[in-house]
Structure formats: C-alpha cells, structure tokens
C-alpha cells in the first residue's frame, strides 16, 4: 500500500525559504508521477510542481524560478525547495502520486490516487 508523508512545514516571513519533503513507501511502479499540490482557505486545491519519473520537471507559473522539485530515485522521495517565499503562497502543502504511462504529469488533482495528509506552509509579510 502506498504510503506519502510529507513533513518540513512552517512559518517563515516573505523572502525567506523552506524545504519540504514526501517520503514515500510501498510505491512499486516504474513509471510514475509525483506532485505538489496547495489549497489555501478558501481556495481550491493547486498544482504546484510535478516530477515524472523520467526526470521532467513542471511548475505553476506563480512558483517558477522560486521552487525547486527534486526526488531521490532510490526510494520515491520526493523534495520541494521554497526560495523567495511570499505570502500568497500561504497554504497546506500535499504530496500525492500516480502511476503513469505517458511522458506527461497531470497538473489536475484528480488525477493523482495517493496523498499524503499535509504539511501547513506560513508566509507572513
């Protein structure tokens, strides 16, 4: 059973960064995606950053150049760095994952099967 728990949340004032990570267990699919995703009050749940297991990367617009994803392929876990933090970006972070056959990562939500519970991000101005 697939497992995702994502820790390294917290309260930082705008401009400064954090690093959160996803370690993931009982993930046993070759190809595959990982994500990053957000839900602020209020807000609906947003992709954030995706990685295939090929390496491709991809980024919401309002976080390119700030956020880096990264996995460690010896066991699926997964990393976001936050640089540059602003308070809009503000939110529960999860980590989620999904079996995939294609080249592409979903940035829709449903689309990923597995999530983790959340990790609460605080940017305070």
């Known amino acids: 059973q697939v497992q995702l728990v994502e820790s390294g949340g917290g309260s930082v004032q705008a401009g400064g960064s954090l690093r959160l990570s996803c370690a993931a267990s009982?993930?046993?699919?070759?190809?595959?995606?990982l994500g990053w995703f957000r839900e602020a009050p209020g807000k609906e749940r947003e992709g954030v950053a995706r990685?295939?297991?090929?390496?491709?990367?991809y980024y919401a617009d309002s976080v390119k150049g700030r956020f880096t994803i990264s996995q460690d392929n010896s066991n699926h876990n997964m990393f976001l760095e936050m640089n540059s933090l602003k308070p809009e970006d503000t939110a529960m972070y999860y980590c989620a994952a999904r079996a995939e056959r294609s080249s592409y990562c979903s940035r829709a939500p449903n689309d990923y099967n597995y999530w983790g519970q959340g990790t609460q991000v605080t940017v305070s101005s």
């Open positions: 990685i295939h297991s090929d390496g491709n990367t």
């Open positions: 009982g993930y046993g699919y070759s190809s595959y995606c």
